[in-house]
């Protein structure tokens, strides 16, 4: 998924809603924040969350190589027919989800960044199969950091808010449509993968809503479940 939106537009409880909704399925989460900001945040109620420039590097690394290992075991498994994916086999969906991710490119040399970029478009690319995702949110998707063909693979794009024509053509390609503002957080245009552009409206928050506090206990429910599962097979073994 691609996210893109100006300041205001709601791009960023949209990211905490999909993270609330991953938590409530058994995905595996890994944030990256370069901004140290919201999504920063999680990281007192969650873990796998990074904001310091080593350690987002780092986990992008161990994100691709967990795809490749998983990709290579999973025509082991016993289970394993050609056209099935990481779900017939009941494995973990495992999703890279990055604010702010123009403001960690420009952290890099020039260097990092191709390094980096390469393994995101290679994840984008091959990670469906073996259910590795990325969800890559910028206020603009500028074609210097989604070059290379890497923003034609994603499958789900998003333009919330105000975009300049500029930017709904790098979001959605040159289309003969007119894009409109509405003043609702929120709101915007989404391409679904058919290359048909429809407007969209992102889900609506309850007032009141503590992201911080849903998401920190969904997370403490989770290692209480890993906990007990683990002292029953100990307890088998």
Same mark, same amino acid.
């Given at each position: 998924?691609?996210?893109?939106? =100006?300041?205001?537009?709601?791009? *960023?409880?949209?990211?905490?809603?999909?993270?609330?909704?991953? %938590?409530?399925?058994?995905?595996?989460?890994?944030?990256?924040?370069?901004?140290?900001?919201? %999504?920063?945040?999680?990281?007192?109620?969650?873990?796998?969350?990074?904001? *310091?420039?080593?350690?987002?590097?780092?986990?992008?690394?161990?994100?691709?190589?967990?795809?490749?290992? +998983?990709?290579?075991?999973?025509?082991?498994?016993?289970?394993?027919?050609?056209?099935?994916?990481?779900?017939?086999?009941?494995?973990?969906?495992? @999703?890279?989800?990055?604010?702010?991710?123009?403001?960690?490119?420009?952290?890099? *040399?020039?260097?990092? $960044?191709?390094?980096?970029?390469?393994?995101?478009?290679?994840?984008?690319?091959?990670? +469906?199969?073996?259910?590795?995702?990325?969800?890559?949110?910028?206020?603009?998707?500028?074609?210097?950091?989604? =070059?290379?063909?890497?923003?034609?693979?994603? $499958? @789900?794009?998003?333009?919330?808010?105000?975009?300049?024509?500029?930017?709904?053509?790098?979001? @959605?390609?040159?289309?003969?449509?007119?894009?409109?503002?509405?003043?609702?957080?929120?709101?915007?245009?989404?391409?679904?993968? $058919?290359?048909?552009?429809?407007?969209?409206?992102?889900? %609506?928050?309850?007032?009141?809503?503590? @992201?911080?506090?849903?998401?920190?206990?969904?997370?403490?429910? +989770?290692?209480?479940?890993?906990?007990?599962?683990?002292?029953?097979?100990? =307890?088998?073994?």
């Amino acid at each position: 998924a691609l996210i893109c939106g =100006g300041t205001g537009g709601g791009k *960023t409880y949209f990211l905490l809603t999909i993270i609330e909704a991953l %938590l409530r399925t058994n995905a595996d989460l890994y944030i990256l924040d370069p901004k140290n900001a919201d %999504l920063a945040d999680l990281g007192t109620v969650m873990g796998n969350v990074y904001h *310091t420039k080593d350690d987002m590097i780092d986990c992008v690394n161990a994100f691709y190589e967990g795809m490749v290992t +998983r990709s290579e075991e999973m025509k082991l498994h016993p289970n394993y027919r050609t056209g099935e994916n990481y779900a017939y086999l009941g494995l973990a969906p495992q @999703f890279l989800i990055f604010d702010e991710y123009v403001a960690f490119m420009e952290m890099l *040399t020039t260097k990092e $960044n191709a390094a980096v970029l390469n393994k995101l478009k290679q994840i984008v690319m091959l990670g +469906r199969q073996a259910g590795y995702f990325l969800i890559l949110a910028c206020q603009r998707p500028d074609a210097k950091y989604l =070059g290379d063909g890497i923003r034609d693979q994603f $499958n @789900f794009r998003v333009a919330l808010g105000r975009m300049s024509e500029l930017g709904y053509s790098m979001m @959605f390609g040159e289309v003969d449509k007119d894009f409109f503002l509405k003043q609702i957080k929120g709101r915007g245009y989404v391409d679904t993968g $058919n290359s048909v552009i429809s407007e969209f409206y992102t889900p %609506l928050v309850p007032k009141g809503h503590d @992201f911080l506090k849903e998401i920190g206990r969904l997370s403490q429910n +989770r290692q209480d479940g890993q906990a007990a599962c683990e002292a029953k097979d100990a =307890g088998t073994d």
